[in-house]
């Protein structure tokens, strides 16, 4: 590697600076270069303490690594080293590992602590983000920049320059994963911390000394007395999301505290996973990617069109709200539809958007029933043709507009429609952010937002649903914690309670479900349908019924206004 031989390899001058200067205001220094001289040889000392390596490691486990394994990238590019443990980390775990940060001190301490944990000789080099280019040869497959050290850099021309470095020096389809603490929730609810993650050391006490839209001074107070501040730009997640995209970062997913949903809590840190890669695509397929793809080739497949046309309900897809759980599906199905629709004060007026139409059955009931327009956007190309003939048969083609499309991308313009309604649909999204950001887009200030969707309860332990995200093809599913907390950042206000859960259905539904597959497939559905699809059908709806009754699912009605204050 080039780097071997860079003359900021391997020596440091370190200055002993006896302590920290911040001049007689603190909370004026806002500076991007500033953060080298708070980083003094006596806080370097302590670095370690404050994070505690076993605790850490135990807390985060291989997230990082496996992720990156995951993916079959090899070489990386630690740009944010600090005292060297993701470094070291890599090296243990085989990745080919360079180490770079802006502190010497802290190199100095990152190198000393590669040989005491395993031997490792780390490759460090010194070097400032805005050029690190200039410091740094070489391509990568990924670049980490972890620790919150994002945070360090102050101005909005500062970050666009480093997140345009590191995108200059991954390999074409190389990965950028940052993380960040969850200054969100600071800025608007006040600091708490589970201490479970990244700074895991119990003798540190660590908290806000000040806090405004522009800084986050953090006080560090150690047990021989001794106190140490960090000046930090308080990063707003969807701010830090945005400036990636813009930055040419094609596809970027959001955790929280290693898991895809927050589970009902405020996350302590979000962790961007960012693909550089560039998907070329010069047909519609552009629109269906990832679990959105999945989704579509599934509806469009004729196994699925014939079972969701003569189990599920014919008309209306999705889960119903039972009376006695042997009545038929669809009389169940449609009293779901009525349910919501009874919270709204549709007139001949109103432009209804139904996200993930399906057959098209609440549209119907909607125009038929209230006199509006509907604009019906579904992925399945085969469920809209469907849709379209039962449309014609009602006479109902003035009312309704069917589209092929996808919730990530609306194809209509801001401001466009009064109520956004939803069935079932946005588990099937693998950017669900991204959908609540284009409903905002597309919804009037003052507009409803209704909606359902199968989702994972807020306490819901990890790995349980294993089975039902493979069998769905997606990485994660949302909870009710997910959805309040992104609608509430968007800028939307509940109705009523907001979210009426209504889980005992879900179970009913899926058991009736499952009850009508077998009966049908004693008079003949096994004609029809595979025997293949009906297998795995009836495999995956145990799971459901399974997860509901072990309440590590749930389901119910969501229900929003969108606030002239919104945010997307």
């Keep these: 590697m080039p780097l071997a031989n860079h003359p900021r390899n391997w020596r440091f001058l370190i200055t002993a600076q006896p302590a920290q200067k911040f001049g007689d205001n603190p909370v004026e220094v806002r500076e991007t270069g500033h953060y080298t001289e708070e980083y003094i040889p006596s806080f370097v000392e302590k670095w370690d303490s404050l994070i505690d390596w076993e605790k850490r490691a135990e807390s985060e486990g291989n997230f990082f690594i496996d992720l990156l394994r995951k993916r079959g990238l090899k070489s990386v590019l630690d740009v944010a080293t600090g005292t060297g443990f993701h470094s070291v980390r890599l090296l243990a775990a085989g990745f080919e590992t360079v180490s770079a940060d802006g502190s010497a001190e802290m190199l100095a301490m990152a190198f000393k602590n590669g040989m005491q944990h395993g031997d490792h000789i780390l490759r460090v080099v010194q070097a400032d983000w805005r050029w690190l280019n200039r410091d740094v040869h070489g391509e990568y497959d990924a670049i980490v920049c972890l620790g919150n050290s994002f945070t360090h850099l102050f101005s909005e021309r500062d970050r666009r320059k480093a997140l ?235 009312k309704i507009e069917v589209v092929d499309g996808s919730f990530e991308n609306i194809p209509y313009p801001d401001d466009e429609v009064d109520v956004i309604w939803s069935q079932d649909a946005f588990l099937h999204s693998g950017n669900r952010v991204r959908v609540l950001e284009e409903i905002t887009r597309v919804l009037r200030p003052g507009g409803h937002l209704i909606f359902t969707d199968p989702m994972a309860a807020d306490n819901c332990p990890t790995g349980v649903l294993q089975p039902i995200l493979d069998r769905i093809h997606l990485d994660d599913m949302g909870s009710p914690g997910f959805y309040t907390s992104e609608l509430a950042r968007l800028g939307f206000t509940t109705v009523d309670s907001g979210f009426e859960e209504l889980r005992e259905h879900l179970v009913t539904h899926y058991e009736r479900v499952l009850e009508e597959t077998e009966r049908q497939e004693d008079h003949g559905l096994a004609g029809k349908v595979s025997h293949e699809y009906l297998a795995q059908m009836k495999k995956g709806l145990g799971h459901w019924i399974n997860g509901g009754r072990e309440q590590h699912l749930t389901w119910g009605i969501f229900h929003l206004t969108l606030g002239a204050g919104r945010s997307y």
């Design 164 to 398: 345009a470095e590191f995108y200059a020096m991954l390999k074409h389809d190389g990965v950028l994963v940052l993380d960040q603490r969850n200054y969100d929730a600071i800025l608007d609810e006040g600091y708490t911390s589970k201490h479970t993650y990244y700074y895991c050391g119990e003798d540190v006490a660590v908290a806000p000394e000040y806090v405004d839209d522009g800084l986050c001074r953090m006080r560090y107070k150690f047990p021989d007395g001794s106190v140490y501040h960090l000046n930090m730009f308080p990063l707003r997640k969807d701010y830090t999301r945005r400036l990636m995209s813009e930055v040419g970062f094609q596809r970027i997913e959001t955790y929280g505290d290693f898991q895809h949903t927050y589970r009902g809590e405020q996350p302590d840190f979000f962790i961007h996973i960012a693909e550089k890669e560039y998907r070329m695509e010069d047909n519609q397929e552009s629109s269906y990617a990832g679990a959105v793809g999945t989704a579509r080739s599934y509806y469009n497949s004729p196994d699925a069109d014939t079972f969701y046309a003569t189990v599920w309900g014919g008309e209306d897809i999705h889960i119903g709200l039972y009376e006695r759980p042997e009545e038929p599906i669809a009389d169940a199905s449609r009293r779901t539809v009525e349910r919501m629709a009874s919270k709204l004060e549709l007139t001949e007026d109103s432009v209804v958007l139904d996200l993930g139409s399906g057959f098209g059955g609440s549209a119907r009931y909607l125009a038929g029933t209230y006199g509006c327009r509907v604009l019906a956007l579904n992925l399945s190309e085969v469920e809209n043709e469907r849709h379209k003939e039962l449309n014609t048969a009602r006479g109902l083609n003035d």
